[in-house]
Structure formats: C-alpha cells, structure tokens
C-alpha cells in the first residue's frame, strides 16, 4: 500500500490548514483512487501551500510563483496518461497567475486544480490577498491592513469559475478533510479542467478570520434545499450541480454571509462545460 | 555576362510585392539560381508599405548588392521610406508604374509600365499588376520563354501563375515595348533547382528533425512564422501544438512538457523574451532541458518590430535573477538555423540545460534560395540521459556525477519518483539552505557545460590563417561582413571569426584572440553587447575597434568597407 508520504517534514505552523489538505490528498485522495505515485504529477507555485508536493511521494516540481497552471498543463499535455495536479495558493493562482486561469479553463485541459484559500499571503507575513474579504470602513478588520486607498475589493474564486464556465467547480474546506478528499477525488476522475477552492485556516494570520467563515459554512447536497444566508429573500432551490445559472446564485453570495461547499457544478460534457 | 543581378520591388501593401518578390524567386530557383531576397515592411497589415530586394547569383549564395540593378516600383511614396534598403544609380534600370515626384532623378534606363492598366485589359482587374510585373522581369532576365509555362507547371509554389497566366505573358510582351534587351545573367550551371525558405521555416522544420514534440509560443513579430509552420506539421504527427495566453506560460507549457519526458520548445521575440525568464531561471535551477528561439527585432520596449538588431545578447546571456546558467547559440545564415536548432535540443538534452538560440529578423525572415544538401544532411540527435531500468534503488534525480550530468527520469517512469524545486535543493531535491549545498548546486549546474567550451565546430573562422588582423562578429551582421571582406579582396588579409556557439564561450575564440594584434569587432546593436561580453571573457588585443550601431536597417558591404579599412590597415 502506498503511503504517499515523503520523510520530509513540513515547514508549516503547528495547527495549518495545510496540513488538511496533504492529509485529504495523501491518506484518503489518492489511496482511495489507487492511482500508482509513479503515474501522479503534482505541480505547485510558491507560497505555504505551495510547499506541498515535497511532502508527497508522487512525481513533484515546486515551480514558480503563479506558474504551477501552464506548467501542469504542458505536462499533461505532453503526457495524457499522467494524472496531474496543480496546487497553489490564492494569492499564487488568484494574483500572480490569475491570467493563466481563464485560459485554462476554456481549454479544459484534463488537470484538478486545487486553491487552497486562507484568504492571506502568509508566507511573507500578512498581507492582503485578492481574496481577502473586504470590510466597510468601521466593521471590524479581521486581517491585517487595508489598501489605501481601498481599490482592492475581493476577487471572489467561486464567482471567477462559474463565471469562466470551469467544467468542474467545487469548494471544500481543510477542516473536513474527508468531504475535501471527496472532492478531490470527483475533481481528479472529471474528465476536464477541475477547480476546487480549499478554505483554509492560517493559524497564524486569519484564524479568526476563517471561523467567521467556518460559522456561516453548509454543505450542498444534490437534490436538497440549499442553505442561503439569513439576509437573503429567495427561496431555496434544490441543489443541482448540473446546472450552470444556480452555481453562478451560489456564487453570488458573500463569503461571510454563506459559505457553500460541495461540487457546485460539474459539467456533463467532457469538453465543455454545460 | 553577369554572375549576380539585384532586384527590388516596392509597393503600397495590397500591390502584392511579396508576391512578386517570392514568385521571382521561385522561378530564378527553379532555373538554379541562389538568392536570398530580404524583405521590409511596416507596421500595417494592409496599406502600409512594402519592400523586397532580390539578390540573385548564377554560381554561389550571396547577399544582394547594396544598389539595386533592377528596381520595379508601384508607388514612390512608399519607395521614400525605403530608399535606404533600395538606393539605385545611374546604372539601374527602373520600371515605375507612376510618375516621380519632385526630388527624385530617375537614371537614364527608366521606363514607365502601365502595369495595372495592362493587368486590367488581360485579367479583368488591375490585381494582376504584380504577375504583369513578374511576366516582364522574367522575360528581362532570359528566363527562356519556352520554358515559361513549364516552369510554372512544375512547381507548387508557382500554382498561383497558372491562374494568371495572361498577365504574366502579357507582362513578358512589355519588353518589346521597352527599348531594353534581355539583361545579360548567366546562366546557372548546372541547373540544380534551389529550395527556398527562410531562417524560420529551417528553425521550425530542424525543430521537428530533432524530435520536438510540443511546441508552445504567442504571435510575435518576426516570429510568428515558425509557431505557423509548427501549428501546421505538429498536429499531422500528433505532436502537440498549443498557442499559449502570454509568454509565460507558453515558457511555462514546454517546460513542464520536458520535465514529463517530452522534446519541447517555444520561439518569440524580444518583448516574449523578457517573459520567458522566470522560466529559463526554473530550467536553469532544476535542469530541466528547454530549448528557447529568440527571433530578434529591434528594441528595447516594443522597438522596431519589423526590423532587425542584435541587441538581445546580453538577456540571453544574462537575463534574470541568480546565477542561471544557459547555453547560447546564434546562427548566422540560413544553414545555421536548421543546424544549430537541432544542436539547441541536443545540447538542451544531454546537458539537461536552458537552450537559447539567436536568430533575428533578417535571418528569420529573408527568404533564401539555396541548394537543398543542409535539409538532407544526417544529423545525430541526442537523447537525454535516463536512468537505467534497475538503478531504482535510492534514486537521486540530482546524483553528483563525474561530469555533473544527473540521469534523469520521465515523470510516469516506476521506480524513480522524485519531487523538484526551484528552491536550492540537494542531490535528492529537497530543498537545503546551508551554503555548502548551494555551492554544490551551483558547481553541478555550470561545471556540467564547460565540456561545451571545447566545441571548435561551433566556431567558424575564414581568412588567412595566419593573419594577425582579425575580426570578429556574429549573426547575421556576419553575412555582411563576409561580403566586404570579399568586395574588398582582404581574404588573404584577414581572419574572421564567427561563434555560433556564444556561451559558453568556445576555447576556438581565445587562440584566435591571442594571435590576433588587430581587431575589429562588428554588431548591430548600439551598446556594443558583444563586445563586452568578449571582454569579460578573454583578453582583447589593444587595437581593438568596435563597429557597432542601432538596428532598422541590415548592414551592408559599402557600408562596412570604411570601418574595416579603417581597422585593418
């Protein structure tokens, strides 16, 4: 049985979320699809997260900050029979790569690209990322310091994947590393270009930040009544991850009002999204 | 009789001088002829204008002359923004379609040809006024009429006559309304038909001669040419072809094609190229073999797009962060791309290593009729080391090795599971911090191309070998140099070098240097980039002079005789 471990230790805080996704990828992910190690590549940017692929015994390249997506993808590319794996963070893919993303997705080449969120570029120390949520003035500051002036609004991940028509959309959460492994697992056996958001704890900068997130999180499940924030006036709708307008509803929803999370839409056809 | 005739032809864009241009050539190539036939154009794609200059030579592969023999033109505005690249004298017989304005002295041989009004009458529609022009020049040149039709039989690339026949009869008619006789060009002996493409067409077919597999790129101009080519052949050999959303990734797309086992390659120019290095330092640091084609135009920023200049050697060679090794490689005629792009993979493969070859817009996009010899040639081709098939045990991807050189497995391969950084990593390619192993990573990846240094065939170097004048050059600014050498008759007083391989630098370079007392050094670029490479390299001779300016306008041998006369004497 392979472990998918590697001896090396992680750099991260004691308490990262992090350490839930290595754990929903190594232990529950890639053993429960039994994929060989010798046939996973796992690509990475820079940043905490980014460290991951030292830490798994697959094929592995810690590349460039933002650069993890056009690497995978000429990997896959060149290598179809591979499964490939393009992790990052949300500053790593959603700023400095952000551009690579679209094209990405309207290719919809064969690779699970897992985001994991904590909301904080944490590896320099907490500043704003693109998706940190953005407060009116006179709330309170949950992370770090704001931009002056404020032009910085957040760039919702969820929102920008159903938007671009990803053909695989889902949103876990590090905490729930079985429900993550779920999704990874679905993410890696769609066959097209698959996102999965990771809303992630740092322990260090956006604790707080993320059990505020955490507080307003539900799960969706096919066929139910999705849960929509206390605020809101519409009437709940069976979830149905086949259908493109209700995952661009869920999205519209603010981070801290409602966190969904689940396969928000899965495309039916292997080439494009529905 | 003459050996060599010059041709230009000028136009507004939609007079269809390209056309003209290519369809002469491939009727001189036909006949046998060499010729290499720049082309100048502006930043339009329709409206703008349009130049060519046809350089055509009965026995041997030769630059245009500086003045035009021949000069056909559509429209004097647009010969006024060429008129450096196409002066004509006295000598020069000129068809114009239109009278000259105010300023310009037409010599003694210029003949009005109502060129659109002609194609009108024949075809239809003044379009044809090209083909008119084409039938004349033909005729002018002997081309032997008989022959005319079969010619145009023959060749694909000529298909388009066939069409417009009338017009190319007709024009071929106009020289009997001409008080001009056929021009005395001897003929090509023996007639062995030419090939004709340009320097890109060769870097993308010698691209797929050494086994590239995935091609990646963005449009750029004077680049473009060889992401066609490629989109065109790939696909055919179910190779993947992809257009990337920005340099980057299409930097990024071949490298993580090479890292999973796959001969992978991207082209660009100047502005591209500034994108790609992130990625060459990536390539450079985790030994991941990447070939890059730099198709120079003139710079820096957006430049002079359509124009070329050597003036990216110093980002090739030192471009980016940290001490990033790489190996560069530059072509000086058409030859050389084919060749040294099938080098650039070999050397990327074995060396695991950044590959960046130098072309330029001259070399890139001047079409060239030549014997097709170089295109059927046999060249090894070089894998990249892997590991042997029981070595699974405690594999090391970065293994310290004699010669510095790690084998290295394709992603997929059982048994040899590795994971890579960017960071400093050790011989298994974990990440280490401590400067014991930074020195070592450092040593493995630029003692293991040193070997390259002992590469004299990648330097070439004519003249009197035991001349003490020397000069030295590269790229295309070395076809120029050449001819001048040759008008001035200094064969047998003068050495030139010539490297193709730039870096590292060949030990060839400094044992001409150090029987050299006189130099001259020749580049196309303002900063004099080569030059002081040079300078960092090895000591220079005390008489050194440079002769070096911007690009826009490719060098010639009247414009070189001063400085080498000067230099030399």
């Not at chain 1, 809101?232 to 307008?245: A, L, Y």
């Not at chain 2, 010969?79 to 004509?88: N, S």
């Not at chain 2, 388009?160 to 009869?169: D, R, V």
């Not at chain 2, 990249?384 to 010669?403: C, E, G, H, V, W």
Request: net charge negative; hydrophobic share 40%; proline share 6%.
């Amino acid at each position: 049985m392979t472990t998918y471990k590697t001896r090396v230790r992680p750099i991260w805080c004691a308490g990262c979320g992090n350490f839930g996704v290595l754990d929903a990828l190594t232990r529950r992910a890639l053993s429960n699809l039994g994929i060989p190690n010798h046939r996973i590549l796992i690509v990475s940017g820079i940043g905490c997260a980014s460290r991951i692929p030292g830490y798994i015994d697959t094929y592995g390249i810690n590349s460039i900050h933002g650069r993890a997506i056009p690497i995978a993808q000429g990997a896959k590319l060149a290598r179809p029979d591979l499964t490939v794996i393009a992790i990052g963070g949300d500053g790593d893919f959603f700023s400095a790569g952000a551009g690579h993303l679209p094209h990405a997705v309207r290719r919809n080449v064969d690779i699970t690209c897992i985001m994991v969120n904590n909301f904080v570029y944490a590896l320099t120390k907490g500043q704003i990322s693109p998706t940190t949520p953005f407060l009116e003035s006179g709330e309170k500051v949950l992370v770090g310091h704001h931009t002056n002036p404020p032009v910085d609004p957040v760039l919702d991940m969820i929102a920008f994947s159903v938007s671009t028509q990803a053909s695989f959309i889902a949103q876990g959460i590090a905490t729930d590393p079985l429900h993550l492994s779920w999704l990874i697992e679905e993410g890696i056996k769609h066959p097209g270009f698959s996102f999965i958001s990771v809303l992630t704890p740092c322990i260090t900068y956006t604790a707080e930040l993320f059990a505020a997130i955490k507080s307003v999180a539900s799960y969706l499940r096919e066929g139910e009544l999705v849960e929509l924030p206390m605020s809101s006036e519409e009437k709940p709708w069976r979830h149905n991850p086949t259908d493109i307008g209700l995952a661009l509803r869920l999205a519209q929803t603010p981070v801290l009002e409602k966190t969904h999370l689940g396969i928000l839409f899965k495309g039916v056809s292997p080439d494009r999204a529905a | 009789m003459r050996k060599d005739m010059t041709i230009g032809a000028v136009g507004a864009g939609g007079d269809g001088v390209m056309v003209l241009g290519s369809l002469l050539q491939y009727l001189t190539a036909s006949r046998g002829y060499f010729s290499q036939m720049p082309r100048f154009y502006g930043a339009q794609i329709r409206g703008g204008a349009s130049a060519v200059k046809l350089g055509l030579n009965a026995g041997t592969l030769s630059l245009p002359k500086d003045v035009m023999d021949i000069l056909v033109c559509f429209n004097w505005e647009k010969y006024l923004e060429f008129k450096q690249e196409l002066p004509f004298d006295e000598h020069t017989i000129v068809f114009y379609e239109k009278d000259a304005p105010k300023g310009i002295t037409l010599p003694a041989r210029s003949f009005r040809i109502p060129f659109s009004e002609r194609s009108e009458r024949v075809t239809g529609s003044p379009l044809s006024k090209n083909i008119v022009a084409l039938g004349l020049l033909a005729r002018a040149l002997g081309l032997a009429s008989h022959r005319r039709a079969e010619l145009v039989r023959e060749s694909e690339e000529l298909t388009i006559l066939s069409e417009n026949l009338a017009a190319f009869e007709d024009g071929g008619s106009l020289l009997l309304e001409a008080p001009l006789s056929e021009l005395e060009l001897v003929s090509a002996m023996p007639i062995i038909p030419k090939v004709v493409l340009h320097g890109n067409e060769a870097i993308a077919r010698a691209a797929i001669y050494a086994g590239c597999q995935a091609f990646f790129g963005y449009p750029i101009t004077p680049e473009s040419e060889i992401m066609e080519y490629l989109a065109q052949e790939l696909p055919k050999k179910n190779s993947v072809f992809l257009q990337a959303e920005d340099e980057i990734a299409s930097a990024g797309l071949a490298l993580g094609a090479s890292l999973v086992g796959v001969k992978a390659m991207t082209a660009t120019s100047g502005p591209g190229f500034d994108l790609m290095t992130e990625m060459m330092g990536l390539a450079a640091a985790d030994e991941i073999p990447l070939v890059i084609i730099d198709v120079q135009r003139g710079g820096p920023s957006t430049g002079m797009p359509s124009k070329s200049e050597q003036s990216d050697l110093s980002h090739a060679l030192y471009g980016g962060h940290g001490d990033a090794p790489r190996v560069v490689l530059a072509p000086y005629d058409l030859e050389g791309c084919y060749r040294l792009t099938i080098e650039s993979f070999n050397i990327a493969e074995y060396y695991q290593a950044l590959v960046i070859l130098l072309s330029d817009q001259w070399l890139g996009q001047t079409l060239v009729a030549t014997n097709d010899d170089f295109l059927r040639r046999n060249y090894p081709i070089i894998e990249r080391k892997r590991p042997a098939a029981d070595s699974t045990n405690n594999y090391l991807r970065y293994q310290l090795t004699p010669d510095f050189i790690s084998p290295m497995a394709d992603v997929g391969a059982e048994g040899f599971v590795y994971q890579t950084t960017g960071l400093t990593h050790n011989e298994n390619g974990t990440p280490s911090f401590d400067v014991e192993t930074s020195q070592l990573f450092h040593e493995k990846i630029w003692r293991k191309l040193l070997p390259l240094t002992e590469r004299d065939d990648l330097c070439k170097i004519f003249g009197n070998p035991l001349s003490t004048k020397g000069i030295m050059t590269w790229g295309s600014s070395a076809q120029a140099v050449l001819a001048a050498v040759k008008d001035l008759g200094l064969e047998d007083e003068v050495r030139v070098c010539i490297p193709e391989l730039i870096c590292p630098l060949p030990d060839k370079v400094k044992k001409f240097l150090e029987s050299t007392e006189r130099l001259l050094i020749v580049e196309m670029n303002y900063s004099g980039q080569f030059h002081n490479y040079l300078r960092s390299q090895v000591g220079l001779p005390k008489k050194t002079m440079v002769y070096k300016r911007a690009g826009g306008r490719p060098f010639t041998s009247l414009e070189l005789s001063e400085p080498l006369s000067e230099a030399l004497k």
